[in-house]
C-alpha cells in the first residue's frame, strides 16, 4: 500500500481484521542524465542477455531470499514482459558469476532496475556501481533510457546507501498487508 490508497481508513480497516504490515518498500529514481558516471571495475567481464539464462537464476537462487521454487515463478513472469526492452546483465570474474542485474525499460523510457546482487565476497569492490554504469552507458543511453528507477526493502540500508550515492532520490515508499495467521 501506498500513501495513495483509498479509502484513507483502509490500513485501520485491515488491520482490526487481522493484516499486517510487511515488506515496506522504497523506490527511488534519477534522470538518466544526472546519474555520475563512475570508473567500472576493469578486472569484471560483464554480458548482456536479452532473456533471463539459467546461470542468472541459479545465482539469485544461491545468495537472494528467494527459493528455487519462487525462482522458477520468476523466470515465468520475465519470460512474459512484453515492455518493449529488457536486459539480464552477468557480472564475471574468472569464470564465475559474482553478479547480476535486470533492466526492464518501458515505451516511455523509464527504466526499471531489479535482481541488484553481488556475491558477498565481492562486496565493496565496485562490482554494483559497475554493473550500473554498463547498464545506462552499454544498454540505457542506447535504448533512449529518460528515466531510471528501482524498488529497495526500506531496511536494506546498505543498498539505500548505494543508490543514494548515484544520486537517486525517495520517489515513495509502500508496503503490503497480510493477514496474520490465526491462532
Do not use: K, W, Y
Given at each position: 500500500m501506498s500513501e495513495y490508497y483509498e479509502p484513507k481508513n483502509l490500513e485501520d480497516i485491515l488491520t482490526k481484521r487481522g493484516y499486517q504490515k510487511y515488506a515496506l518498500t522504497?523506490?527511488?529514481?534519477?534522470?538518466?542524465?544526472k546519474i555520475p558516471l563512475t570508473r567500472t571495475n576493469s578486472e569484471v567481464g560483464f554480458f548482456f542477455y536479452d532473456s533471463r539464462v539459467e546461470e542468472f537464476s541459479h545465482f539469485l537462487e544461491k545468495f537472494s531470499k528467494r527459493t528455487k521454487a519462487k525462482?522458477?515463478?520468476i523466470n515465468e513472469i520475465t519470460q512474459r514482459i512484453i515492455i518493449p526492452k529488457k536486459?539480464?546483465?552477468?557480472?564475471?570474474?574468472?569464470?564465475e558469476i559474482i553478479g547480476t542485474l535486470m533492466g526492464v525499460l518501458n515505451s516511455q523510457g523509464f527504466l526499471y532496475i531489479?535482481?541488484?546482487?553481488?556475491?558477498?565476497?565481492?562486496?565493496?569492490?565496485?562490482?554494483?556501481?559497475?554493473?550500473?554504469?554498463k547498464l545506462v552507458v552499454d544498454w540505457g543511453l542506447s535504448n533512449k533510457t529518460k528515466y531510471v528507477w528501482l524498488q529497495i526493502e526500506k531496511d536494506n540500508y546498505k543498498a539505500q546507501n548505494l543508490y543514494q550515492k548515484l544520486g537517486m532520490k525517495i520517489i515513495y515508499s509502500y508496503y503490503y498487508m497480510k493477514k496474520s495467521p490465526s491462532k
Open positions: 522504497t523506490a527511488l529514481g534519477l534522470e538518466i542524465d525462482q522458477i515463478i536486459c539480464f546483465l552477468v557480472a564475471n570474474l574468472h569464470e531489479g535482481d541488484v546482487l553481488v556475491h558477498p565476497q565481492f562486496r565493496r569492490q565496485n562490482i554494483a556501481t559497475s554493473m550500473l554504469n
